[in-house]
């Protein structure tokens, strides 16, 4: 007779109770787990800093259900100001959401399908490297077209249209749809060429399309053919530079431990500790090929 342990019940503990730690508790008492949480503060009270929530913050807590009791004790900025450090003047103004709503009366909600896809592509929050790929969506097939589309001056002409029209109908416009099939043939031609340049090997991809001008390439799709990796090295060209691009997998961060910043500060580039590129003349490709593959050593630990 074979005997099975008895299923003990899921039990966590969170040290700190602050904005994060609340939260984590919050969410995993909703979903029946049972939580501890440990904060050295006797009570909650002000200690004197203000507490600042970003829209995605928010969002977490309006899942949670608590955006009303939020809003009861917090208020929207009326804007984002940038002065200078040096003499304390006045940079720029950026009117935040409540301004352009009361004043102007902005409404948003026409655009929260807008809204929600913005916030994917532009912070790469993409949940899966295939649906970062695929551009199966309209969101991102009108982010190709803006993004590669030869023609200048076609995203000033594009934006005016999304103030009144869903993504699935501005795919279908003229003066998107004509560059849409000959750029999605290009990404598919793209993923076929990386799949046999690339060298994966010790946690980090490199490839070479330096011969190719490959630079309007998807940066998510050494990510799809090689996601047990953690890191990628490019050596890309144009007309106007040549370039060495340095990238982390954004769905295989655990261990990535490296600041590619850094790395790319070595040799005059840099960027993001997720993410940096180093640019070099036209001319420099070599240089670059060679710096490429120095960073790609380093990254694998030779």
Not at 54 to 79: C, H, I, Q, T, Y
Request: aromatic share 6%.
């Amino acid at each position: 007779m074979t005997h099975h342990p008895a299923k003990r019940p899921l039990r966590v503990i969170i040290i700190g109770a602050g904005i994060g730690g609340l939260a984590a508790a919050c969410a995993l008492r909703q979903r029946g787990i049972e939580v501890a949480l440990y904060e050295r503060s006797q009570k909650l009270e002000e200690v004197g800093a203000g507490l600042q929530i970003g829209p995605n913050g928010v969002k977490v807590l309006r899942a949670l259900g608590l955006e009303d009791e939020l809003m009861r004790n917090a208020f929207e900025p009326f804007s984002i100001m940038s002065i200078t450090w040096d003499e304390g003047r006045l940079r720029f103004r950026q009117p935040l959401k409540a301004i352009a709503r009361e004043k102007f009366g902005f409404n948003t909600e026409p655009l929260k399908d807008l809204i929600h896809w913005g916030d994917i592509i532009d912070g790469a929050q993409y949940p899966t490297p295939e649906s970062a790929v695929e551009l199966a969506e309209p969101a991102t097939q009108l982010a190709l077209v803006i993004e590669a589309a030869p023609e200048d001056g076609l995203p000033a002409r594009i934006i005016p249209e999304l103030a009144y029209r869903s993504l699935s109908e501005m795919v279908k416009l003229p003066l998107v749809a004509r560059h849409l099939a000959p750029l999605l043939e290009r990404h598919r031609k793209s993923i076929e060429i990386l799949r046999e340049r690339i060298e994966a090997r010790d946690g980090v991809i490199f490839f070479d399309v330096g011969d190719l001008q490959l630079e309007g390439y998807n940066k998510f799709i050494p990510y799809l053919l090689h996601p047990e990796c953690v890191y990628s090295v490019s050596v890309l060209a144009s007309p106007v530079r040549a370039k060495v691009s340095l990238g982390t997998n954004p769905w295989n961060q655990a261990t990535a431990d490296k600041n590619l910043a850094t790395l790319a500060e070595k040799f005059g580039g840099g960027g993001h500790p997720r993410v940096s590129a180093i640019s070099f003349e036209p001319g420099d490709l070599p240089r670059a090929r060679e710096v490429a593959r120095e960073l790609t050593a380093t990254l694998r630990g030779k």
